[in-house]
């Protein structure tokens, strides 16, 4: 079963830099234990938000603006993919995420080779 | 067959089977929401049938085939279950069987931290004590279709996010095991707070938490808070019969006739939290329960422990810091140093608990002490502004007109 963790983060706050490196060195073993028990799909640490573009459709036709989807002060600030038995085991990855300023949303990934109506290769 | 069952002799069934069969079901076709569901049609036609037929000699024989029944309905409808349904259908017999640890697991997944706790309580109602939607929804003073729509929502999530069926291990068990507490004494407290069983349900809610609690207390013996909140809800259920008058009209704890009390209750109870004490450190139901304890062995009002019951709040206030539990602090505060520390300590909570109305009834109890009698009757009225619990409401108001009649007279003079 796949899940998305999504970071959430506070933009306006900020740390100082040997804050952010200790940060770096937790988030690096964090990211070690995962990949080491094989359950890491895949993950990217994104700039923030006001580096977002988004485009939206009027009647079909795309309108590009600057900023992200939705105004925030908190905003996603990087995600994962994990491979996992069953939402448990997802939780108790997100509970050991270093930063604890930030917020970890667990969304379970959609699993197109279960539909029928949906044919993958 | 037993003739003419009552309500009660059905619920009791329910209890004891729903489940069991429930979880079972779940182990087998690995789909929560299927199985629930599966279960849940064969209690409504037990409800339909039962009355009319009485009771079954072996009602979980009888709801499992009627369960298997409403299985081969549905895989003729439906191809979408097809490989599930066919696990029922056709190996049913040899996998069915009561396993206890089932139904602890099922408990484990209703009261998931992943789902809200209103969906929690409601789908351990539903899936593990066998209540209907319907009577979930009145006994939660909310409509059938909010209640279908909520219990739907959880039991979905229960399967897209893949929450487990299974009793967490020893790590996550405290924090896993406060879920089902939590859960279980708003179920209780629904019970007691509302105007004792509700007829319109048939169900009493305080019996189904008290059943499950104990149920969880035998599955899980070595847990303190798990005996401390059993020792609370027997504690609170011995005074249940002394809490209303013949009127239904609320009688608060100084008036409670404490002859009455279920005092063979309320020494067991007390064995309950000494059992509890021993297995670990005092949690918040703990605390909770030696203080509901203070009052349940005091001989009369006036002969009240309260430096034990302030030292017990202080210590609850340490461990689940809230407004609420400050407030009731506040009280014993009064019956210890009276009323103007207690008075300091309710106009510091103000901004926090505005909105709930048992602030403003101590607060209108304390104005009294002070003779503040205008103001009393004002925070009254808040307070019956704030409640729709009948029986609350019907108590504030026979205080309030004695106070606004002393209030005018003391202001005319």
């Known amino acids: 079963m796949k899940y998305m963790l999504l970071f959430i983060k506070n933009e306006e706050a900020v740390s100082d830099d040997a804050t952010q490196s200790a940060h770096y060195a937790a988030i690096d073993e964090w990211f070690a234990e995962i990949g080491r028990d094989g359950k890491l799909r895949g993950g990217e640490e994104l700039q923030p938000s006001n580096t977002a573009t988004t485009i939206r459709f009027q009647e079909g036709r795309p309108l590009v603006t600057d900023g992200p989807f939705m105004e925030s002060k908190e905003n996603v600030a990087g995600f994962v993919t994990i491979d996992v038995a069953d939402l448990d085991e997802a939780i108790a990855i997100a509970k050991k995420w270093p930063p604890k300023d930030q917020a970890v949303e667990i969304r379970p990934v959609v699993n197109h080779e279960a539909m029928p109506h949906h044919p993958v290769g | ?197 509700d007829l319109a349900t048939s169900r009493d809610l305080c019996v189904d938490a008290l059943w499950l609690c104990g149920l969880v207390a035998r599955m899980l013996p070595e847990e303190p808070e798990v005996l401390a909140l059993l020792a609370l809800m027997r504690l609170h259920e011995a005074r249940r019969a002394t809490r209303f008058d013949a009127a239904g009209v609320l009688v608060l704890l100084r008036d409670q006739d404490r002859a009455r009390w279920d005092h063979a209750a309320i020494a067991a109870a007390g064995a309950l939290l000494e059992q509890s004490r021993r297995l670990g450190r005092p949690g918040p139901y703990w605390l909770q329960a030696a203080i509901a304890a203070c009052h349940a062995e005091a001989p009369t009002f006036d002969e009240t422990d309260w430096p034990q019951i302030l030292a017990l709040y202080g210590a609850l ?91 005018t007279s003391a202001n005319n003079n």
Not at chain 2, 337 to 359: F, I, K, S, T
Not at chain 2, 374 to 399: C, F, K, M, Q
């Open chain 2, 1 to 197: 067959m037993v003739n003419d069952p009552t309500g009660e002799a059905m619920n009791a069934v329910f209890r004891a089977e729903v489940g069991l069969i429930c979880g079972s079901l779940v182990r087998i076709t690995g789909d929560f929401d299927l199985a629930e569901d599966l279960v849940q049609d064969a209690v409504v036609v037990a409800l339909q049938r039962w009355p009319v037929d009485g009771v079954p000699e072996r009602p979980a024989a009888w709801l499992l085939q009627t369960a298997r029944h409403r299985a081969i309905d549905r895989l003729r409808r439906d191809s979408t279950y097809r490989a599930k349904l066919q696990l029922l259908t056709d190996g049913w017999a040899p996998d069915v069987r009561a396993d206890p640890d089932d139904r602890l697991r099922l408990i484990f997944t209703c009261c998931h931290p992943a789902l809200a706790r209103d969906a929690q309580v409601a789908l351990t109602l539903r899936a593990v004590m066998g209540m209907t939607t319907s009577q979930i929804a009145h006994a939660f003073l909310v409509s059938e279709a909010t209640m279908a729509q909520r219990i739907v929502r959880a039991k979905r999530k229960i399967v897209d996010a893949h929450i487990p069926y299974r009793v967490p291990g020893p790590d996550e068990l405290p924090d896993r095991l406060a879920e089902i507490l939590a859960s279980l004494y708003i179920v209780f407290n629904e019970g007691y707070l509302g105007s004792g069983p």
């Open chain 2, 317 to 407: 206030v340490r461990l689940s810091p809230g407004p609420v539990v400050r407030l009731n602090r506040a009280i014993a505060l009064e019956h210890v140093a009276g009323p103007v520390p207690a008075m300091e300590e309710l106009d510091a909570l103000r901004a926090d608990l505005d909105g709930y109305h048992l602030y403003w009834a101590a607060r209108a109890e304390l104005l009294r002490r002070f003779g503040r009698l205008d103001e009393a009757a004002e925070a009254d009225r808040r307070a019956i502004e704030l409640t729709d619990n009948p029986s609350e409401r019907a108590l504030l108001e026979t205080r309030l007109e004695p106070t606004v009649i002393r209030a």
